[in-house]
């Protein structure tokens, strides 16, 4: 009985701190949102966070990008060895790609770079009371440093996700037609046949979610960190483990509901 009590006392501790910081994230994505109008004075700042967050992240997302295609071209042929002629291949890899892989390798890759980036600056500005001397400055925290890097990373992640699946695509043509014998004409007339721009559509959309949220997590969890050098190093897994778990959590609500 005392182990029953003891469960459901730390649960509902559990449900609480739960609810506490859904709430939190809630009421800075409001906050957020009223500085809408803010967008336009401050879109320098929202161009050095666009450029941070989408053109230095190029040239790992183009890496992770291509290998992905190469992995998947192999793994689709090995499944296709003995039922299935390689001919669907080119179509199979690339709804894979389009739908899943693409949106997802890169919405965990900016997680880890951008995600749990923005929680270590942050972070340390809180730690070190920049943020604190923002608010006697009358600047509010959340327009100046929290809205710039929502948006930007709202509005780079789907064209990142756009590059990382022309390159996976060039990845798995070039296993398939190096390593599998698969024709150029095989591989992009099945790409052609069975092409969905819904496909293309949902991952935009979905990375669209992603790299909002992965943002959204990062900022909140750095103006939440305390504790000096020791809290930021916290802050920044926190932001990098929450992030990749939204990833994949919405990624299975998002396909349910798209496809």
Not at 151 to 172: E, R, Y
């Amino acid at each position: 009985m005392a182990l029953i009590t003891k469960v459901i006392t730390r649960f509902g501790h559990g449900m609480r701190r739960f609810l506490a910081e859904f709430g939190a994230f809630a009421v800075l994505a409001g906050r957020s949102l009223r500085y809408a109008t803010s967008i336009p004075r401050d879109r320098r700042l929202i161009l050095d966070q666009m450029e941070h967050i989408g053109t230095n992240s190029l040239p790992l997302v183009l890496v992770i990008g291509f290998f992905t295609g190469m992995v998947g071209a192999w793994q689709a042929a090995s499944q296709f060895k003995g039922l299935i002629s390689y001919s669907f291949l080119g179509a199979a890899v690339s709804r894979a790609i389009f739908m899943e892989l693409g949106p997802v390798l890169t919405a965990i890759v900016i997680a880890g770079r951008v995600g749990a980036s923005i929680a270590a600056e942050l972070g340390t500005m809180k730690v070190t009371e920049q943020i604190d001397a923002l608010e006697s400055l009358a600047i509010s925290p959340v327009r100046y440093l929290a809205v710039p890097r929502l948006l930007a990373a709202t509005l780079m992640l789907p064209i990142l996700v756009i590059f990382a699946n022309a390159i996976a695509l060039a990845g798995a043509y070039l296993v398939s037609n190096f390593f599998l014998d698969i024709s150029s004409k095989m591989f992009f007339d099945s790409v052609q046949r069975y092409f969905h721009l819904k496909d293309v559509l949902g991952g935009l959309f979905k990375a669209f979610f992603f790299g909002a949220f992965t943002a959204l997590i990062g900022v909140k969890v750095g103006f939440s960190a305390s504790g000096g050098a020791e809290g930021v190093g916290k802050a920044t897994i926190r932001a990098f483990v929450i992030s990749s778990m939204m990833v994949l959590i919405l990624d299975f609500i998002l396909w349910t509901i798209l496809f």
